[in-house]
């Protein structure tokens, strides 16, 4: 398996443009959660699906940020406008977890999103 | 709510030296344990996890984990440390969600770097 996909690995947007970033997730895996990272606040979890359902979004800060996972192979994170403060990188993550029992987080590479 | 701390946040060492990285975490219930691994530009690869059973566990790269469950710990350990292991660690702790998978809450990270 090629791991979990994500592109692009670099945007640079002005402020106030839409940004979408993609993640194809691995094969089989049944949760996807996309991360964030920055200096001040480490690796933050923005939001997560479980069967292509969003569990929890309590970690996305704003109504700017938004989430969809339309098939268990794809999934989107969107930023509408997007500000200076959005400037970190983003991580996909997917696993498998079968009868209570969860397996690890498996990353893609990460999306450098820069917003000047 | 689940949380990890590492109190360590920058760790030198010389090479074949040995290391120990330290990660105390706060979980209700059994903890289900990872070590992640991010090399600069690069996705979290996973180390080791901890799920049950053994609580010193044997990870990739020549890394073992203990727990200890009454210290609340799962500290890193390699015995030998090489130049190619300068990178930044992350202990993290899952909560298992209902429908499978793991939603990791991660530590601050300790960057390591490693002497000639």
């Known amino acids: 398996d090629a791991g979990v996909i994500q592109s692009p690995r670099h945007e640079v947007t002005e402020m106030g443009q839409e940004v979408t970033l993609r993640c194809k997730p691995i094969s089989g895996h049944n949760s996807l959660f996309w991360y964030r990272q920055t200096m001040m606040r480490g690796l933050e979890l923005l939001i997560y699906f479980n069967n292509n359902v969003p569990i929890d979004d309590s970690g996305m800060p704003e109504d700017r940020f938004s989430a969809k996972m339309p098939n268990a192979s794809f999934s989107t994170l969107k930023i509408q406008p997007s500000e200076p403060r959005d400037s970190a990188v983003y991580f996909c993550a997917s696993s498998f977890g079968r009868g209570g029992k969860g397996g690890e987080a498996f990353f893609g590479q990460g999306t450098r999103l820069t917003v000047v | 709510a689940q949380s990890v701390t590492q109190p360590d946040i920058h760790i030198t060492v010389s090479e074949g030296a040995s290391l120990e990285l330290r990660c105390n975490y706060s979980?209700?219930?059994?903890?289900?344990l990872f070590w992640y691994v991010q090399s600069p530009g690069q996705g979290l690869q996973l180390l080791l996890k901890?799920?049950?059973?053994?609580?010193l566990v044997q990870g990739i790269k020549g890394f073992e984990a203990e727990f200890k469950r009454s210290q609340s710990s799962f500290n890193l350990r390699k015995p030998s440390v090489h130049w190619s292991d300068a990178a930044e660690y992350f202990c993290a702790v899952g909560h298992i969600l209902t429908g499978g998978g793991n939603k990791l809450t991660f530590g601050t990270g300790t960057q390591l770097k490693v002497e000639l």
């Open positions: 901890y799920f049950s059973g053994d609580t």
């Open positions: 979980y209700g219930a059994t903890p289900y």
